[in-house]
């Protein structure tokens, strides 16, 4: 038997899985148990769920497999302010103190904190590092369905890459093409999230919420000036418009110019037409450059399957565009696609890619319907309700689904708990808000 522990961590959705001979055995994010979203710390809790699931001590497991490599990140940082100087420098002597004390030595501050979990863990060799985007690419190919595929991941960025095109076939993974920092369809997405007062890394799904209330206005406007996009996809965007590279900010007064108006104060200032139609249109830009990927990757590739991951690959409705148009004849979408998601990539890569391990095809849902996280029984159910003082009824299961049916059918909400906890940031039936699609207030009274 062997065992693998995933990790990512210290950007952001830090998560753990473990997997076990290749199996997917468990796997959560840290949020999840800390109650702050998007937690970014060392995945303590979730390492303790994962652990605990399987019955194994941390000195037990064969690898422990991290989601990027610091040293690259680092250098990449370091060629960037360089390349930049001396602008940054403020952004530069903030970071560096950081780095310095903590990241450059991740290996070290790893073994430092999974020595929490068991005292006896004693050897620091079992840790693996994988690149960012081959973990994603890894987390997308090797739980799909497909003995090859071309593999797409987009995202802000990992080390040096921001999107990727692999081929995968059997258990063999290898990138072949990359677009690197600071052009990043991720990062030019977040940069509008932030222009419209959302908050970067959290807040992105909400622009693509907001979106079809607008028009496409500034459309010819963001690929005129921001966006250097080619007919194959590849794009350049320019600098003169963003500060993410070395600044504090997303953009700059250049691109508040632009477009005419300040940034949304979401304290101060409601959203309107205009902020819809900034969202329509950084959202039709993003389907635009996604799905001229698609094609030119679908052409130049004897695969009929396409498997994405990557944040910008929770961007559904952009997805929703690729299969509408029959890009590729088969789609899979890794559910945890953004860094979450990447702790399942590395310890994949560690069993199919370094241990040279084949894979279980043909493959029916190896992410088990990314129904991968802590269950729990009515009896324990009932004692933490007991334990709080809450109010509560409990029913037959028969009785319970005719209850919620007519609930739902006179417009109430419900919260529905059941089985294992989702891995990835999608309501899949187990931790959902379940509501009457029919009515035409329901979105509003959702949102409220």
Same mark, same amino acid.
């Given at each position: 038997?062997?065992?693998?522990?995933?990790?990512?961590?210290?950007?952001?959705?830090?998560?753990?899985?473990?997997?076990?001979?290749?199996?997917?055995?468990?796997? +959560?994010?840290?949020?999840?148990?800390?109650?702050?979203?998007?937690?970014?710390?060392?995945?303590?809790?979730?390492?303790?769920?994962?652990?605990?699931?399987?019955?194994?001590?941390?000195?037990?497991?064969?690898?422990?497999?991290?989601?990027?490599?610091?040293?690259?990140?680092?250098?990449?940082?370091?060629? %960037?302010?360089?390349?930049? +100087?001396?602008?940054?420098?403020?952004?530069?002597?903030? /970071?560096?103190?950081?780095?310095?004390?903590?990241?450059?030595?991740?290996?070290?501050?790893?073994?430092?904190?999974?020595?929490?979990?068991?005292?006896?863990?004693?050897?620091?060799?079992?840790?693996?590092?994988?690149?960012?985007?081959?973990?994603?690419?890894?987390?997308?190919?090797?739980?799909?369905?497909?003995?090859? +595929?071309?593999?797409?991941?987009?995202?802000?960025?990992?080390?040096?890459?921001?999107?990727?095109?692999?081929?995968?076939?059997?258990?063999?993974?290898?990138?072949?093409?990359?677009?690197?920092?600071?052009?990043?369809?991720?990062?030019?997405?977040?940069?509008?999230?932030?222009?419209? *007062?959302?908050?970067?890394?959290?807040?992105?799904?909400?622009?693509?919420?907001?979106?079809?209330?607008?028009?496409?206005?500034?459309?010819?406007?963001? !690929?005129?000036?921001?966006?250097?996009?080619?007919?194959?996809? %590849?794009?350049?965007?320019?600098?003169?418009?963003?500060?993410?590279?070395?600044?504090?900010?997303?953009?700059?007064?250049?691109?508040?110019?632009?477009?005419?108006?300040?940034?949304?104060?979401?304290?101060?200032? !409601?959203?309107?037409?205009?902020?819809?139609?900034?969202?329509?249109?950084?959202?039709?830009? %993003?389907?635009?450059?996604?799905?001229?990927?698609?094609?030119?990757?679908?052409?130049? /590739?004897?695969?009929?399957?396409?498997?994405?991951?990557?944040?910008?690959?929770?961007?559904?409705?952009?997805?929703?565009?690729?299969?509408?148009?029959?890009?590729?004849?088969?789609?899979?979408?890794?559910?945890?696609?953004?860094?979450?998601?990447?702790?399942?990539? +590395?310890?994949?890569?560690?069993?199919?890619?370094?241990?040279?391990?084949?894979?279980?095809?043909?493959?029916?849902?190896?992410?088990?319907?990314?129904?991968?996280?802590?269950?729990?029984?009515?009896?324990?159910?009932?004692? %933490?309700?007991? /334990?709080? *003082?809450?109010?509560?009824?409990?029913?037959?299961?028969?009785?319970? !689904?005719?209850?919620?049916?007519?609930?739902?059918?006179?417009?109430?909400?419900?919260?529905?708990?059941?089985?294992?906890?989702?891995?990835?940031?999608?309501?899949?039936?187990?931790?959902?808000?379940?509501?009457?699609?029919?009515?035409?207030?329901?979105?509003?009274?959702?949102? !409220?």
């Amino acid at each position: 038997m062997i065992s693998i522990l995933g990790i990512s961590g210290f950007y952001h959705d830090s998560a753990a899985v473990l997997i076990i001979d290749g199996k997917i055995i468990a796997a +959560a994010q840290e949020e999840r148990f800390t109650r702050k979203k998007h937690d970014s710390s060392y995945p303590f809790h979730a390492v303790e769920f994962v652990l605990r699931n399987s019955k194994l001590k941390l000195r037990e497991l064969d690898y422990i497999a991290f989601y990027e490599k610091p040293f690259l990140k680092f250098e990449r940082l370091l060629e %960037t302010y360089v390349a930049c +100087a001396p602008r940054g420098f403020k952004s530069f002597s903030m /970071s560096m103190p950081i780095w310095l004390r903590e990241k450059l030595f991740q290996k070290k501050m790893l073994f430092n904190e999974l020595k929490k979990h068991d005292q006896n863990f004693k050897d620091i060799n079992k840790i693996y590092f994988s690149e960012h985007h081959f973990s994603h690419a890894a987390s997308a190919f090797y739980p799909s369905p497909f003995k090859d +595929a071309v593999v797409l991941t987009l995202d802000g960025v990992g080390e040096w890459a921001t999107t990727t095109v692999a081929k995968g076939h059997d258990n063999n993974l290898e990138i072949l093409k990359e677009i690197h920092f600071p052009h990043s369809i991720g990062l030019l997405y977040s940069a509008f999230t932030y222009y419209i *007062g959302f908050k970067v890394n959290s807040g992105e799904y909400k622009v693509m919420g907001l979106a079809p209330y607008g028009k496409p206005t500034f459309k010819n406007l963001i !690929l005129d000036n921001l966006v250097d996009l080619k007919d194959d996809g %590849t794009f350049r965007l320019n600098m003169k418009y963003f500060d993410y590279a070395t600044g504090l900010k997303m953009i700059n007064e250049k691109f508040l110019k632009l477009f005419g108006q300040p940034v949304r104060d979401p304290k101060e200032d !409601l959203l309107n037409q205009f902020h819809m139609d900034i969202a329509c249109s950084i959202q039709s830009v %993003t389907e635009e450059i996604i799905l001229r990927l698609a094609k030119s990757i679908a052409k130049e /590739s004897d695969s009929k399957n396409l498997c994405m991951a990557g944040g910008v690959s929770l961007n559904c409705v952009a997805n929703g565009k690729i299969l509408k148009e029959k890009v590729f004849e088969n789609i899979w979408i890794q559910p945890a696609a953004g860094d979450a998601g990447g702790a399942l990539g +590395a310890a994949l890569a560690v069993w199919h890619k370094e241990l040279k391990n084949e894979r279980f095809l043909p493959i029916k849902d190896e992410m088990q319907g990314s129904l991968l996280g802590p269950n729990f029984n009515d009896d324990e159910v009932e004692k %933490t309700l007991s /334990s709080l *003082g809450a109010k509560y009824k409990k029913f037959p299961e028969d009785e319970l !689904l005719e209850i919620t049916a007519k609930e739902l059918s006179q417009n109430k909400t419900i919260g529905w708990f059941q089985g294992r906890m989702e891995f990835g940031p999608r309501a899949l039936g187990a931790r959902s808000i379940i509501a009457d699609p029919r009515s035409d207030k329901m979105q509003k009274i959702l949102n !409220l």
